[in-house]
Nanobody, 121 residues
Framework: QVQLVESGGGLVQAGGSLRLSCAASGLTFSNYAMGWFRQAPGKARECVAAINWSGAIKAYADSVKGRYTISRDNVKNAVYLQMNNLKPEDTAVYYC??????????????WGRGTQVTVSS
């Protein structure tokens, strides 16, 4: 079955950086656009970054543009999210998603369990 396993979350001070990783298995990874979503307490889950199958096309939420970078490695079956200049409002559980639609940043069918990111002020 499809498994997406996130790692790299943690506690960081405002202005700091984290790099999230998502290891995928059980699917032909290079066939899927991948996305990173986040959900803060009391808020809806939102897509913050998405990348097409080849890595040539990327999309970002306005709130993270210029601070976050999504990338992928189709040999390692992994997708990454480099997060710089983190802000307290970035605090959320971050989820990896397979099958995201780049144009609309709507979720695909497969989810990881998430990794907590906490940014202290």
């Amino acid at each position: 079955q499809v498994q997406l396993v996130e790692s790299g979350g943690g506690l960081v001070q405002a202005g700091g950086s984290l790099r999230l990783s998502c290891a995928a298995s059980g699917l032909t990874f290079s066939n899927y656009a991948m996305g990173w979503f986040r959900q803060a307490p009391g808020k809806a889950r939102e897509c913050v970054a998405a990348i097409n199958w080849s890595g040539a096309i990327k999309a970002y939420a306005d709130s993270v543009k210029g601070r976050y970078t999504i990338s992928r490695d189709n040999v390692k079956n992994a997708v990454y999210l480099q997060m710089n200049n983190l802000k307290p409002e970035d605090t959320a559980v971050y989820y990896c998603n397979a099958g995201v639609t780049i144009a609309t940043m709507k979720q695909g069918n497969f989810w990881g369990r998430g990794t907590q990111v906490t940014v202290s002020s």
